[in-house]
């Protein structure tokens, strides 16, 4: 593929303790990756892909403290239209962001595929375990009405 210099997006599986890969690509990910790794590494991806793209050093530095972090995409269990959506998560630091795609009145369809996400929340914390619990917390309370 010759992929060189470049962002790159790959899924594998594990399967009788043989690794297959499923995708390789030259993008940067979906579903919340490259915010994730912007949040963990203290830098933000986009504009790393982006000056690479443009023959400028990227210059990746780790200096900072990693962070943890998690995210869960909002999805819908049917076809139908948003009829209302209310993020009642109190401000928190750790809640990173509650992202919203789609606004009422919008159509939307049953979660078969990445780009049939509602949005997202993005979560970090002290630890992995912090952040997912957190995670867990802040999606209870964000009501998505499809109808």
């Not at 992929?3 to 499923?22: G, M, P, Q, R």
């Not at 390789?24 to 963990?40: D, F, K, M, V």
């Not at 076809?79 to 009642?88: A, L, P, V, W, Y």
């Amino acid at each position: 593929m010759q992929l060189d210099n470049c962002a790159i997006n790959a899924d594998f599986i594990l399967k009788d303790n043989k690794t297959y890969v499923l995708e390789l690509g030259g993008r940067c990910g979906a579903t919340c990756l490259a915010e994730l790794t912007s949040i963990y590494y203290g830098f933000d991806y986009y504009e790393k892909i982006l000056k690479t793209a443009l023959g400028e050093d990227p210059a990746f530095t780790f200096d900072k403290p990693f962070v943890p972090n998690a995210s869960h995409l909002l999805m819908s269990d049917k076809d139908g239209i948003i009829k209302s959506q209310t993020d009642h998560n109190e401000p928190n630091d750790n809640i990173y962001e509650v992202q919203f795609d789609y606004q009422p009145g919008d159509e939307v369809h049953k979660f078969h595929v990445g780009p049939h996400r509602i949005g997202h929340i993005i979560t970090t914390g002290e630890t992995l375990e912090d952040a997912q619990k957190l995670l867990f917390e802040a999606m209870d309370k964000v009501e998505i009405v499809v109808e």
